[in-house]
């Protein structure tokens, strides 16, 4: 596992998607309401919108193409719709600090 800081939370504006880049790697990573922020695939599983322009409500965030909604804790697609995708675990420490915990590989491919 390895872990990458990604910054400190007061660059994540609330309930805002924010892109992250490592390698083939492309997350959408969303501060919430809560003061969690929650890291998922940055396509949709149905048409490849960018999950990072979605709009976020509670724990959710709704595709810009096609309003599918998403759940930022398990990454699956709600019903009636179906899919999911890839979450990440995100951490804050004491300091603000977003660390970002990636398998190890993951994100090293370069395209």
Known sequence: MNEVIVGH???FPE???????MGT??????KLSDGTVKAIDNLCPHKQGKLS??????HHVFCPLHDRKINLHDGLVQAPDDGCVETYRVEVD????????LKDG????VS
Do not use: H, P, Q
């Open 94 to 101: 004491g300091g603000g600090i977003v660390i970002l915990f």
């Open 53 to 58: 322009e979605g709009i976020v409500c509670d």
């Open 9 to 11: 939370i007061s660059e």
């Open 25 to 30: 790697l492309e997350l959408a990573m969303f």
């Open 106 to 109: 993951l994100g090293t491919k």
């Open 15 to 21: 309930r805002s998607g924010r892109v992250f880049r």
